[in-house]
């Protein structure tokens, strides 16, 4: 069955440092895979996906995020964090054809905290 | 603002009570989306609209009912809910349900506690 992990609950960087916020899926064909950023009280908001083609993707907000097949894996990166990263970040594979919105498998969130 | 429109913001209801969540876009989209979201789960999908009919129902039980009186507006009506169903509720809308270039845009949600 399709999944998304995200092995880590909580994150704490320092204002400047890089990050990298690790997501590991399982899905039998080419995932389409999404990460979403949701601030406190806000509803999520796309940051980046991937559906084909080069590997590194480049979003909103300074973000990336390099597909690996060999391990099954979705990181986002960001070379020197903001303090106002501080959300709450979801990595997601879509399970459709097409990678459907509706299909979509979310993974249970890390939450950032941003030290000054 | 990412154009979708949800309230009330907080709710609190006992368990004999009936409300409704109201969910509005301004995107001009034909999908909407009721999601739930508990502490340390995943988003959960609950039901899917496109263009006013029902193409989704993951399993939600009937105490949620559902409505699309059309493209722009989708409600949850909620009836003899249980403490388990607090959760934050999260309206979405996309252009469509198919196709890579969709995207979901997501309301703030409704922090529904039932006591």
């Known amino acids: 069955a399709q999944s998304v992990t995200q092995p880590d609950i909580h994150i704490t960087v320092s204002e400047g440092a890089s990050l990298e916020l690790r997501c590991n899926y399982s899905y039998g064909a080419t995932p389409y895979l999404f990460w979403y950023v949701q601030s406190p009280g806000q509803g999520l908001q796309l940051l980046l996906k991937?559906?084909?083609?080069?590997?590194l993707v480049q979003g909103i907000k300074g973000f990336e995020a390099e597909f690996k097949r060999s391990q099954s894996s979705f990181n986002l990166r960001k070379p020197s964090v903001h303090w106002s990263d501080a959300a709450e970040y979801f990595c997601a594979v879509g399970a459709g054809s097409g990678g459907a919105t509706n299909k979509l498998i979310f993974g249970t969130g890390t939450l950032l905290a941003v030290q000054p | 603002e990412t154009g979708v429109t949800q309230t009330p913001r907080h709710l609190v209801m006992g368990m004999t009570n009936k409300k409704s969540l109201k969910c509005e876009q301004h995107l001009g989209h034909n999908a909407m989306y009721w999601y739930k979201q508990s502490a340390k789960k995943p988003l959960e999908l609950m039901f899917v609209?496109?263009?006013?009919?029902?193409?989704e129902n993951n399993s939600v039980p009937s105490r949620f009912s559902p409505e699309c009186p059309n493209s722009s507006h989708l409600f949850l009506h909620l009836h003899t809910l249980q403490p388990e169903d607090s959760a934050l509720y999260l309206c979405?809308?996309?252009?469509?349900?198919?196709?890579?270039?969709?995207?979901?845009?997501f309301g703030s949600g409704t922090q529904l506690s039932v006591l």
């Open positions: 979405a809308s996309s252009q469509d349900v198919s196709g890579s270039n969709e995207k979901l845009f």
């Open positions: 609209y496109n263009f006013k009919e029902q193409t």
């Open positions: 991937y559906f084909s083609g080069d590997t």
